[in-house]
């Protein structure tokens, strides 16, 4: 029922606008086997006095899980809003003022949870390199789980800095941070993270080199309908990647791709159930590694013929501190191509693709 007032709301809007204002109107529905999803967005700029001081955004998810195909189910209902009114009353080169007012609504079977928020967003760039946002709001929770009812009051901080410069012609340089602190009683969240990029990029050669780290700190409600409880999270995530591509010779080009992922979750739980904690279903220390990489080359025959060959290898790690659930998954990808060109609208194109994996698991007493 609420989407269908939302969705009515979204065409009145649109219906009133004049033809100077900017609008954007989207629908979108999917099927994935017996899951259904419903999409649409809005977003309204009216036209005052030459510019677009007013932004107001609607965006709605709704997705059904059918589960009546089932003996004794019933079908599962998942839906997200989130709307938004935003007011630039200070719009200038380098500083931009404006007040916001937000509303989200989540619902999962007979659990919600509801934000509202209103705050000032400022915008300042000091210098043609560098941009700097903050976002300080007043936020009210209000969650009802199987007729539980929570709510709570707090404080949210939004702060970024990117830093972007081009060192040369062919050399950029971009370095991102950001904080998110959600000061809310029972369930506060905090979150920084970091990045940087180096990239050069010239008529036959390129290069991208870039890191990434991330660190969350939160309190969560973790529920069911036998239990409510609050657990706390630390998640760290670190990375690197490389992507670069050159040529060594004439109508030849190679590329390598390399990633490096590592996660680390720790958990700590508060409340009275202790079967829920001792299963694990509340979540269980466990660290996670990832490597990857992936060598491609091609190369071009009289401008017919071309030919292309990659190799790609994947390495997982996860620990979960005991002698169950750990395991180590080994992919590697071995591929051949060939397309042949004999006219302008023609082409033949041939492949194959040899796999390998192997898993391995420190489960005890398994077969």
């Known amino acids: 029922m609420r989407k269908i007032i939302l969705i009515i709301l979204s065409l009145f809007a649109m219906s ?12 979108d529905f999917s099927q994935n086997r017996e899951t259904y999803s419903w999409d649409d967005s809005l977003v309204w700029r009216p036209k005052i006095r030459d510019s677009y001081p007013i932004v107001f955004s609607n965006k709605s998810t709704t997705t059904l899980i059918k589960e009546t195909v089932f003996p004794d189910r019933e079908d599962r209902w998942q839906e997200n809003y989130r709307s938004s009114l935003k007011w630039h009353f200070v719009d200038s080169r380098k500083l931009i003022l404006s007040s916001i007012m937000q509303n989200d609504y989540s619902s999962f079977e007979e659990r919600t949870v509801t934000d509202n928020s209103v705050g000032i967003s400022a915008l300042f760039r000091p210098s043609a390199a560098v941009i700097i946002t903050n976002t300080s709001s007043f936020v009210t929770t209000v969650r009802n789980n199987f007729g539980l009812r929570h709510r709570a009051s ?12 081009k060192l040369s012609q062919s050399d950029d340089l971009r370095i991102s941070l950001g904080q998110d602190a959600r000061l809310v009683r029972d369930v506060p969240v905090y979150e920084f993270e970091a990045s940087s ?3 050069r990029l010239t008529r036959d050669d390129s290069l991208r080199i870039s890191a990434n ?19 706390r999270q ?5 990375g690197a990647r490389l992507i670069a591509s050159f040529k060594p010779i004439t109508e030849t080009r190679i590329r390598l791709e390399s990633n490096l992922d590592f996660r680390r979750y720790r958990y700590q739980h508060y409340g009275h159930d202790v079967p829920a904690v001792s299963s694990g279903l509340l979540g269980s220390d466990n660290n996670s590694t990832q490597v990857d990489y992936k060598i491609t080359g091609t190369r071009q025959f009289l401008k017919r013929v071309a030919f292309e060959t990659h190799y790609k290898f994947r390495e997982t790690d996860e620990n979960y501190g005991a002698p169950t659930g750990s395991q180590r998954i080994k992919t590697g990808e071995w591929r051949v191509a060939v397309r042949v060109m004999p006219g302008m609208d023609d082409s033949l194109w041939a492949e194959a693709v040899f796999s390998a994996a192997s898993y391995f698991t420190d489960q005890r007493g398994s077969f």
Do not use: C, M, P, W
């Open 154 to 165: 707090g404080y949210r901080n939004i702060l970024s800095a990117d830093y972007s410069r």
């Open 16 to 27: 009133i606008a004049s033809a100077v204002d900017a609008q954007e109107l989207f629908f």
């Open 213 to 231: 780290g991330e660190l969350q700190v939160r309190r969560y409600f973790t529920t069911s309908r036998s239990f409510e409880s609050i657990s």
């Open 234 to 238: 630390v998640k760290t995530i670190s």
């Open 197 to 199: 990029s180096f990239s």
